[in-house]
C-alpha cells in the first residue's frame, strides 16, 4: 500500500517535471530608463537558488539551490530531479551549494565546479570548492574531486563568499567570506576574506604574490574582504571585478590587483548593524590598503554580477548588473571606461532577492531571485 502511494507520488511529480510550465509565456512589462524592461519567468519553485550556468548549444542551465541541489533547466524551462554526484554541503545560515560554472574548456571536457560550504569539526564550516564531469544525458556529476578548502573553517553560518571565476589564461579565481571573524581578514596564514588564485586542478601558481613567504597561504592573490558575493572577469580589460557586502552601509565594487590588501576590517565605509562603530576600523582610508572602486554608503545588500557585453540590446551594452539582496532589486550601473557614471534600479516591482545575474549566450540576462519560492527570469528590452 504504502509503496503504491509512494509510486503515485513519483508518477506525479514526473508529470509535474516533464509538463511545460504554466507560468513559461507570462512576461511582466516595466519601465526603465532605457526603455521598457520584459521579465519572462523561465522557472519557479526553486528552493534558494544561489547560481546559473548555460550549457552550450541550447542544451539548459545548471542551477543551484542552497540546500544542496543541482538541478538542470531545460530552455523552455522543465526542472530536472536533483543531479547526483553532488558533494553534501553545510547547508546552514548563508551555507549550502554556492556557486557554479562551467570550465572553459568544458565541450572538451564536460567538466562543471562548484563552490559549496563544508562541515568541519565543532560545528564550523568553509567554503570548498570541487569538480566533476557532467554525464551525456546531464542527470548526475562524475568523479566529483575537491580542489579546495577555505582554511580554518571558521564559519558559523555567516560569510562564505564563494564566487569562482576564470581569467582569460584560465586559472581561477576564488573570492571567500571571512566567516564572519572580521581580523582574520588582514591575517595571511589564514584563508578568510580573501581571493585566492590556483590552477583548475587546485595546484597554487608560482607566480602568485606571496608565494615562498614564511607563515603566508600561498593561494593568496589579495584579501581585506569581508563577503564578496559577486566577481566576474571584466570582458574588456579582462581583469578580475568584485564586490562585496559591507556591514550597515559600505558595499564596495573593486578592481582586484595582485597582492592589494582591500582593508577590511581596518578601513570601511560602514558601521556594525547595531549601530557601533565596527572595533577594528581605523577609518574610511587606510594607509597601505586600497579604497572601494565604487561605494555605496546605503547597503543594497550586493551578490553575483555580470558584465553585459552583446549587441542585443544596445542601451546596456558596457553596462554592469549586480543583484541586490537587502533592496530586493537589479542595479544596473552604466560606465564610461572604467568609471561608474550612473546607477538605475530595475525589477524592483518583483519585490524579491535577486542573488545572481548573468548574461546567457543569447543576449538577455538571466536573474535568479533567492528566495523559498525562487525563480530564474529571463530579462530583456522590448
Ligand atoms: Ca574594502
Redesign the pocket.
Known sequence: MLRKTLQAALCASAVLTLSAPAWAAQAQVLKSEEGTVEVTTVVRGLDHPWSVAFLPGQRGMLVTERPGNLRLVSPDGRLSAPLSGVPEVWANGQGGLLDVVLSPDFKQDRTVYLSYSEAGKDGKAGTAVGRGQLSEDSKRLENFDVIFRQQPKLSTGNHFGSRLVFDREGYLFITLGENNDRPTAQDLDKLQGKVVRIYPDGKVPDDNPFVGQKNVRPEIWSY?LRNPQGAALNPWSGTLWENEHGPKGGD?L?IIERGKN???PL??HGINYSGAPIPEAKGKDVEGALG?HHVWQVSPGLSGMAFYDNERFKPWQHNVFIGALVSRNLIRLQMEGDQVVHEERLLGELQERIRDVRQGPDGYLYVLSDEDDGALYKVGLK
Open positions: 581585506g564596495e573593486n582591500y582593508g577590511w578601513a570601511t572601494p
